[in-house]
């Protein structure tokens, strides 16, 4: 709202954006408060990366409103940029220059005066401070994102975009990118995400899932999670190829998901599939499959929804 003291990190209302005949993004209403954790999941060509560019003011919506830090996003888009940072999906250094030249770099971009000591303390903060001199182009995949970030945060934004920052990371890597934001959060900073990583995700305050341009769910993950209390299960008792062969003569791939020695089915209504899976099974000439109810993931959430030919009709 214009004049609110304190307003959210970001509202919008029915953000659309269309690419000739594609709509990208769908009627997107978004309120997030100051300092949340927010993560946006989705399969590939879902909006995320097009939600963010709107968000940051770098891509005009088609259609609808929104603030970013109180600001309007057609008529701000500038003092938008300058409070915000932006990790794109395919964000590029300069392989030419070494780790502090690409941050001034930054701070020149972003007209920072006196960015000295900004820069140790990202360097120091990333773990990059040993080798200041070393040249982008020399950097493993984790440090280079770390770079990256380093220099999205040069103009202490107070809002920080990061689409898919640990793709292509080793675990170790991703671990002490973790960290780094804990300590961004720590410091009140605000973070929207795109991860494909959903243990990642569940990591956040709240998590948006995307299809085909639309916020399909927006909640914590608890709460999302919970959608699927008792309906989520694992299949034993038989040779589990033999079960997944079998009910995927009827049910979707997506319905079942082998996790190693694990075959997990959602059985979107109930009792009632579950009775029609073990009599399917048996007709097939498969008995004594018992299925346990187990504690839902996020990706057992993600995968269900994206299971259904209508998504979210099931649940
Ligand atoms: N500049 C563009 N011109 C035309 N179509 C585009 C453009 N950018 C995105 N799109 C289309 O919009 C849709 C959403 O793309 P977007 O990149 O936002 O998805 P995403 O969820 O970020 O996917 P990914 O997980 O692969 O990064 C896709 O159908 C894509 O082809
Ligand atoms: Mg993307």
Redesign the pocket.
Known sequence: MPGTPNPPAIETRGLRRA??S?D??KNLTLTLRRGEFFGLV??????????IRMLCGILKPTAGEGRILGLDLYHDAEAIKSRIGYLS?SFTLYGDLTISENIEFFADLHGVENYQRRRDELLAFTRLDPFPGRLAQALSGGMKKKLALACALIHTPELLFL??PSTGVDPVSRGEFRTILKGLLDQGVTIVM?T?YLDEAERCDRVGM?HQ?KLIRLDTPVAIKAELQGRMVAASGAPLGDIYKILKQRWPATALVRYGDRLHFFAGRGAEELAEATAWLNQKGVSGVRFTPIEPSLEDVFVALMSEPKVGAAL
Not at 42 to 51: E, I, V
């Open positions: 690419f000739d594609v990208a993004v989705g399969p590939d060509g879902a909006g995320k990366s097009t939600a999906q689409d898919e795109t494909p995307m341009g």
